[in-house]
């Protein structure tokens, strides 16, 4: 089962990471001004991750490929890291579309 890990970064914004259950990353937030806009964007995770149009399917200047997950009013709420095939990213946004609905929610703050 996934976990929603809730941190704080240096510049006192909370963000949040979506792990797998092995542990690696599948998607990082932005950043948000307070907790309980973070927690805010983990529910949003949990509703919109399950709408395959929801997912921006991307490709970097560098060509490697990754995706954003957006809100229904278009905001990116989570970006996955970078992948070297196309199986690889959609693997990736099936683990986010399993992993977020039931994950805990842990804080590392």
Known sequence: ??????????????Q??????????????EGYASK???E????SVRKNSQDDARFDKL??????LYFNLKSTNGQIIGSSEMYE???????GIESVKKNAP????????
Do not use: P, W, Y
């Open 1 to 14: 089962m996934g976990t929603f890990l809730v941190s704080k970064r240096k510049n006192d914004e909370f």
């Open 16 to 29: 949040f990471v979506l792990k797998a259950g092995n542990g690696q990353v599948i998607l990082a937030s």
């Open 36 to 38: 309980a806009a973070c």
């Open 40 to 43: 805010n964007g983990i529910e």
């Open 59 to 64: 490709e970097a200047k560098n060509g490697k």
């Open 85 to 91: 095939s196309v199986s690889a990213r959609d693997n």
């Open 102 to 109: 039931d994950a805990d929610v842990k804080e590392d703050l």
